[in-house]
């Protein structure tokens, strides 16, 4: 897995709009801002250089612009996130997140055959030598 930069909450909103759309102008992800968050242009674009500076977008030139792209997708991100959250807060025991969290949450159906499904698979692919 590739390094994936260090991602705040702030540049997260613009990485999320990229992701959703992209290649995009500053102007277009500006205009595409949750309507409670009320950033100048000049503080989306901190958070662009921001995000340039650790590779997790990048940009070509158009014109007198620059057209915005992420350099990380959105499931490297969610992978890495994960992973780093695993380690923080469970040193790593995969078993004991799951059993916390699903004591804790209400399932469906449909959600729990999910997740059995995804077990029998884990399994099967333990028993391959």
Not at 56 to 72: F, M, Q
Not at 97 to 109: A, G, P, V
């Amino acid at each position: 897995m590739k390094n994936i930069p260090n991602i705040t909450e702030s540049e997260l909103v613009v990485m999320k709009i990229l992701w959703e759309k992209s290649p995009l102008l500053a102007s277009e992800i500006i205009a595409l801002l949750p309507e409670e968050i009320n950033w100048s242009d000049q503080t989306v674009k901190t958070f662009l250089n921001r995000l340039l500076k650790k590779q997790a977008i990048t940009h070509k030139k158009s014109g007198r612009n620059y057209i915005y792209y992420p350099a990380v997708s959105r499931d490297e991100y969610i992978k890495a996130e994960n992973k780093t959250f695993l380690h923080r807060v469970y040193d790593g025991a995969v078993g004991m997140l799951f059993s916390k969290f699903l004591e804790q949450e209400e399932l469906t159906e449909k959600e729990i055959k999910h997740l059995e499904n995804i077990l029998e698979q884990k399994k099967a692919s333990k028993k391959k030598p």
